[in-house]
Structure formats: C-alpha cells, structure tokens
C-alpha cells in the first residue's frame, strides 16, 4: 500500500507513530459534485459515468448500494478491483468478480489518479466516481457520492426514493457522527492501532456505540425511526464485514453481531433488502483485509468461518 507524492508512486503504510499509536484516517482529496444546478460542471448524463470500487471496501459497498437502491446501474457503469491490496496499492489484476479497468485497461487504480492529474499527491482510496467525459476525478468521498447518488439522477430514474429526507436530516447527522467515528472507522482505529492503549480506546468506544445501536434498535425498526435511511446503510457495510474481518483481523472480539439479537435481526433485514445481498461478496471481503494487511497477519492465511446463513427468515 502506498500513496503518489507529485504523481510518483511510494510504497508506505499508514504512519501511526507520530500520533501515539493512533491510526488517522485522511480526508478524501476529490469533492467534486454531480448536479443538476445550471452551468455546473458535472451534469447528470447517462453513460458519462464510471465507479471504481473494491468488494471488499465498506466505503465503496455504500456506493454500490446506493446505485442500486436508486436504480441507476444502467446510466453509471462499474469496474470492480482485485482485493489484493499490497505494495502496489489496488490493481486491476486478475481475480474472480473482479472485472480489470473496463474503461482504459490500466494495470493499476493510480493511473487513473493521474489520467486526472500527471502530478497529483494523493491516497489512492476506492470509491472513485470517473467522469469519463473529460477523464476527471468528481470525487473519492463515499459519504458524498451516495448523497449525489440519492437525487441527481431522479430526473433519468424517475425514482424518487429519499435516503436524507429534509425532515430527518438533523436525526440522521447526529447518528451518522456517532457510527461514522466510533464503528465505521472504529473498527480500522482498532485494526490499525499499533499501542495497547490506542487500541482499547477504540474498542471501549466500538462496544458502547454499538449498545447504543442495539438498544435504539429494539425500540425501533430503523436508525432514524420507521424511515430506512443513508444512516442505516452507513451503519450496514461495517456490520456485514463484523464477524467475519473485523472480529478476528481487527481484534474487535468482545462481542460478534450475531450475540446481539436486534442488531443482528436488522443486519439480516438489510441484506436481504431488495438488490443488496448482491452487493456483498464475503470472498474479496475476507481475502481483501486477511490477505492485504501483512503487517496485522503475515502469514496471509484466510480463515474460513463463520458459518453464518443470513438469509433465514427476520423478525420485522
Ligand atoms: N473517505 C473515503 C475513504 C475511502 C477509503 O479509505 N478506502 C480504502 C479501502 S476500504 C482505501 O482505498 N484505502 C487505500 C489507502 O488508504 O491507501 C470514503 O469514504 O470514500
């Protein structure tokens, strides 16, 4: 894994020790918008764009489900990477479900970072959303795309389906905060911490967050009330990868999702959400994370558990 420094690919891991152990997630570098607003540069057009994405990411899954969920698979095409992330960062290489660069038959996902600029600095992060029109970046956020995903193209879809209605937006921030800093990057606080210290403090505060998840769970269907929403789908991505990654390869062991019944309950629900369950691919899941961090398990052996059938039938 590495970074470009002036469009030159370095091969580094992430740099704990000038932060007390503690692993610091860096801000995506593109945060362009797609919108409908007149003159603005990235207009919705069917077929003008493309997603980069790895299975295994739980950043990325949020786009995915989001093209789903808002029907447009057929106007934003998709290349999915190998889940083999070593020292050359993602690659197109061969795996099975992973399907090369469909638009330039590139090796690696850096050269797309610098089909957009020769000398860019940058973490090369998946999602990538591609404007194949002018060969740019319009954004590497996932929190952002899947907001542009749920309205810019209502037009072309004709579906309408909100995951931010204006009436929950305060409720859905408030939640998303909590899950964003304490379960979706606390499990990788967890993983990546490299003190005991950096590493309990992230766990105490994944198990409180998510008492507190189960708790609001057994007295509501959804995060926000009875509306399925962005929260619930930011919350998803981290749950479905608990049990099998984040459990054992990131030491989160205190609990697995399925010993909490409501959070588990709903776990399943949303996976069996129609379209979802075929977003998920626990094979570049559980090779991506046991395979990728050789420093967390040098022996890159994959384990082959848990035995977990989440299409069994859940209480609604
Ligand atoms: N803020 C980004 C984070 C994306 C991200 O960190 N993706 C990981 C994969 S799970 C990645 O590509 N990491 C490579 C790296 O950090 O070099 C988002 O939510 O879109």
Same mark, same amino acid.
């Given at each position: 894994?590495?970074?470009?420094?002036?469009?030159?690919?370095?091969?580094?891991?992430?740099?704990?020790?000038?932060?007390?152990?503690?692993?610091?997630?860096?801000?995506?570098? +593109? *945060?362009? /918008?797609?919108?409908?607003?007149?003159?603005?540069?990235?207009?919705?057009?069917?077929?003008?764009?493309? @997603?980069?994405?790895? @299975?295994?990411? $739980?950043?990325?899954?949020?786009?995915?489900?989001?093209?789903?969920?808002?029907?447009?698979?057929?106007?934003?095409?998709?290349?999915?990477?190998?889940?083999?992330? #070593?020292?050359?960062?993602?690659?197109?290489?061969?795996?099975?479900?992973?399907?090369?660069?469909?638009?330039?038959?590139?090796?690696?996902?850096?050269?797309?970072?610098?089909?957009?600029?020769?000398? &860019?600095?940058?973490?090369?992060?998946?999602?990538? #959303?591609?404007?194949? !029109?002018?060969? !740019?970046?319009?954004?590497?956020?996932?929190?952002?795309?899947?907001?542009?995903?749920?309205?810019?193209?209502?037009?072309?879809?004709?579906?309408?389906?909100?995951?931010?209605?204006?009436?929950?937006?305060?409720?859905?921030?408030?939640?998303?905060?909590?899950?964003?800093?304490?379960?979706?990057?606390?499990?990788?606080?967890?993983?990546?911490?490299?003190? !005991?210290?950096?590493?309990?403090?992230?766990?105490?505060? #994944? +198990?409180?967050?998510?008492? &507190?998840?189960?708790?609001?769970? /057994?007295?509501?269907?959804?995060?926000?009330?009875?509306?399925?929403?962005?929260?619930?789908?930011?919350?998803?991505?981290?749950?479905? *990868?608990?049990?099998?990654?984040?459990?054992?390869?990131?030491?989160?062991?205190?609990? /697995?999702?399925?010993?909490? $019944?409501?959070?588990?309950?709903?776990?399943?629900?949303?996976?069996?959400?129609?379209?979802?369950?075929?977003?998920?691919?626990?094979?570049?899941?559980?090779?991506?994370?046991?395979?990728?961090?050789?420093?967390?398990? $040098?022996? /890159?052996?994959? $384990?082959?558990?848990?035995? !977990?059938?989440?299409?069994?039938?859940?209480?609604?």
């Amino acid at each position: 894994m590495g970074l470009l420094v002036n469009g030159q690919w370095q091969d580094k891991w992430y740099d704990t020790d000038s932060n007390g152990g503690k692993f610091k997630r860096e801000s995506a570098s +593109f *945060r362009d /918008q797609i919108s409908n607003e007149k003159g603005a540069a990235f207009p919705p057009e069917s077929g003008r764009y493309h @997603l980069y994405v790895s @299975l295994a990411c $739980p950043w990325a899954h949020r786009a995915l489900i989001f093209r789903k969920l808002k029907a447009i698979e057929t106007h934003i095409s998709v290349s999915v990477v190998c889940p083999d992330m #070593l020292d050359e960062g993602w690659t197109f290489a061969d795996f099975p479900g992973a399907t090369g660069d469909t638009l330039y038959g590139k090796q690696f996902l850096r050269e797309i970072y610098t089909l957009h600029d020769e000398t &860019v600095t940058t973490r090369v992060t998946v999602p990538v #959303l591609w404007d194949k !029109q002018t060969k !740019q970046i319009v954004s590497n956020e996932s929190s952002e795309i899947i907001r542009m995903f749920n309205t810019a193209f209502n037009e072309l879809t004709g579906n309408t389906d909100d995951y931010y209605p204006a009436a929950l937006r305060e409720e859905i921030d408030t939640v998303n905060e909590m899950v964003y800093h304490t379960i979706n990057n606390g499990v990788y606080k967890a993983g990546f911490a490299t003190t !005991q210290d950096a590493y309990e403090e992230a766990v105490t505060a #994944l +198990f409180s967050s998510l008492d &507190v998840v189960e708790e609001r769970l /057994q007295q509501q269907r959804y995060l926000a009330g009875d509306t399925l929403t962005e929260a619930d789908w930011r919350l998803f991505t981290t749950l479905i *990868r608990f049990d099998p990654v984040y459990h054992g390869h990131f030491k989160c062991n205190r609990r /697995q999702i399925a010993d909490y $019944p409501a959070l588990y309950n709903y776990m399943k629900r949303l996976y069996q959400h129609p379209g979802v369950a075929e977003t998920v691919n626990f094979t570049h899941i559980k090779r991506h994370y046991y395979y990728s961090h050789t420093m967390i398990n $040098p022996t /890159q052996v994959v $384990p082959v558990g848990p035995e !977990q059938d989440l299409t069994t039938p859940v209480a609604e």
